[in-house]
């Protein structure tokens, strides 16, 4: 059996106590959405299903969603461009890239060893 060089967990624990589980893996069907996001606070839970739509549970109104799938590249890029021009600050800063990065290059070097079986 050979090991998919596409598949990862990782779990990570804010300075507020709050943990965070990011899993990644190409194994999954072409049919199912590419991406899930499901956040749970105070006995309520938000899942966004592969950006198309926001279900809320615990919550007098438990569902949103749509039909067209939003990433937020258009947002993200106008507010680039708007703040660019001095008519906005910017959502995502260098100092959001930077702490990314960090973030990548600490999971990279404490998990350079052979995966565990």
């Not at 300075?15 to 199912?32: E, V």
């Not at 590249?73 to 100092?95: C, M, P, Y």
Request: charged fraction near 25%.
């Amino acid at each position: 059996m050979s090991l998919a060089k596409d598949n990862f967990s990782i779990n990570l624990r804010f300075s507020n106590g709050d943990l965070g589980t990011i899993t990644y893996t190409g194994q999954g069907s072409a049919k199912y959405g590419k991406e899930l996001i499901e956040v749970f606070d105070a006995g309520r839970v938000f899942v966004i299903d592969d950006f198309k739509g926001l279900h809320s549970y615990g919550l007098k109104k438990d569902t949103l969603s749509s039909t067209k799938q939003d990433k937020g590249f258009k947002t993200h890029q106008n507010n680039f461009f708007e703040s660019v021009r001095g008519n906005a600050r910017l959502i995502t800063t260098v100092d959001d890239g930077v702490r990314v990065t960090q973030i990548i290059e600490r999971v990279i070097h404490k998990n350079s060893g052979a995966p565990c079986r």
